[in-house]
């Protein structure tokens, strides 16, 4: 008989798919929240190097605010305290509401090192060719600011992906959480648990390193230029 902290091989086949539709929720979880966050973490960045104070320090005060409070309290506290003035959410938009929140604030230091990282030259010139504030941030010197928060922003990517495990404390059901409900269902806490860590790692792992590899490219370019 298998105890309940010892690795079952046939448990592990028979779960599988599960543990494979779990992987499959964390990944559309994470992709969709990564959307929204570089929408707000764009533009919360630009904020960020804005002359303009208003927009300055209310960026900062967001970027703030998120990163210093955990994603746990965040995630609670839009599945619970939205309901106090009105907004009842149900889980999964919850949880893509307080990732896309979280990961927004992270984002947008990504893109303000990005936009601080072009010589400020390449302003002073779009400038002087007559482009407008906006005109130069557009298509000047975003497009190189890109290039470099690319890696950035995978590692974030991957990061998100993980985090997103705390989601299972609001019922969604994703990787971690299907974990948890096989471990309720067979009893068997080692098997489970080795199947979640490996499909995290198949999904980790092929990201981890497409970014190094984009990094490596970035450097040859860099070398060349």
């Known amino acids: 008989m298998v105890g309940i902290n010892q690795f079952d091989p046939e448990l592990f086949i028979n779960i599988l798919p599960d543990l494979a ?11 969709i929240s990564t959307f929204f966050g570089l929408i707000i973490g764009s533009i919360a960045g630009l904020a960020r190097v804005s002359h303009n104070p208003v927009f300055h320090y209310l960026s900062t005060f967001y970027v703030e605010v998120i990163r210093g409070t955990p994603l746990l309290v965040q995630i609670l506290i839009v599945y619970f305290g939205l309901p106090a003035i009105g907004v009842n959410l149900s889980p999964e938009p919850a949880g893509i509401i307080a990732l896309s929140i979280n990961s927004g604030a992270y984002i947008a230091e990504i893109v303000r090192a990005g936009i601080e990282s072009v010589p400020h ?9 007559g482009m407008t504030y906006l005109q130069a941030m557009r298509y000047v010197i975003f497009p190189q600011a890109f290039r470099n928060i690319m890696p950035a922003l995978g590692n974030e990517f991957i990061a998100l992906l993980k985090d997103s495990s705390l989601l299972s404390v609001i019922s969604i059901v994703e990787l971690t959480r299907v974990g948890r409900q096989i471990v309720s269902a067979t009893f068997n806490a080692w098997t489970p648990f080795i199947g979640v860590a ?13 970014v190094n590899y984009y990094q490596r490219r970035i450097g040859k370019y860099a070398v060349k230029s």
């Open 198 to 210: 490996l499909f995290y790692l198949m999904m980790t792992i092929p990201l981890s390193r497409l």
């Open 21 to 31: 539709f779990g992987a499959f929720m964390t990944l559309k979880l994470t992709t």
């Open 121 to 129: 030259g390449q302003m002073e010139a779009a400038r002087s060719l």
